[in-house]
């Protein structure tokens, strides 16, 4: 059974800061990856995806990577700004499953100005 | 076109009665899924639907749940003699998939639902 989990749970950085926030998942026979936002109260927005057979995927600030055999992926934010504050998902969609995803519990970063 | 979309936002009900949620889908998707997200935990999927065939659907929807896409247009979300247990997000997500593979998901706003 594919489980998700990322790490840290919380996170507090000052404004400016760099910062990783981690994903690992059990079984690497996965489609792809996907890193999500969630501001308070809100759905999802899709930030990154990466499918299997690439190792990462950039846009502006972020840089997503993934490395499926040891099942683990990062979201690298640069130069981070408290617009950045809110939940982080990230998700892997397993072989034959229809494309449901398997989300991970999720990231809370706050950046302080 | 707008993205997937949610109705309503929000709703609070009493224990015991049913409520109805709807979502629209990008128009162009075959794929829909819902989603139930409580606070501070990853959303869980519960079911998903190709086209109007609902394909699968987790032990998480039990048989107070019962969800339909006619027309494989919008789709709809009902939770009979609700609980408190069943508060929480309820979040849906489209994508367009040609084969086996995984594809993007866009996800709505959700609806929120607070049992009383």
């Known amino acids: 059974k594919q489980e998700v989990t990322q790490i840290p749970a919380a996170l507090s950085v000052p404004e400016g800061e760099n910062l990783v926030l981690n994903c690992s998942f059990t079984?690497?026979?996965?489609?792809?990856l996907q890193w999500f936002r969630q501001d308070p109260g809100k759905g999802l927005t899709s930030l990154l995806l990466i499918q299997s057979s690439q190792r990462e995927q950039t846009s502006g600030r972020l840089n997503a990577s993934l490395d499926k055999s040891s099942g683990r992926s990062t979201l690298y934010i640069a130069a981070s700004q408290p617009g950045d504050s809110a939940t982080y998902l990230c998700?892997?969609?397993?072989?034959?499953?229809?494309?449901?995803?398997?989300f991970g519990q999720g990231t809370e970063l706050s950046v302080k100005p | 076109d707008t993205g997937v979309s949610q109705d309503p936002r929000h709703k609070i009900t009493k224990r015991g009665q049913n409520v109805t949620f709807r979502c629209d889908p990008i128009s162009e998707h075959n794929r829909l899924y819902w989603y139930r997200q409580t606070l501070g935990q990853g959303p869980e999927f519960l079911t998903y639907f190709q086209n109007e065939a609902q394909l699968e659907k987790s032990r998480l929807l039990s048989d107070r749940f019962s969800a339909e896409r006619p027309k494989g247009s919008f789709s709809t979300l009902e939770i009979q003699r609700t609980e408190q247990g069943d508060s929480a997000m309820y979040l849906c997500a489209s994508s367009l998939s040609r084969g086996q593979g995984g594809n993007q998901a866009f996800f709505g706003q959700g609806t929120r639902l607070t049992v009383v």
């Open positions: 998700a892997v969609i397993p072989y034959n499953q229809g494309g449901k995803l398997i």
């Open positions: 079984d690497s026979a996965i489609y792809n």
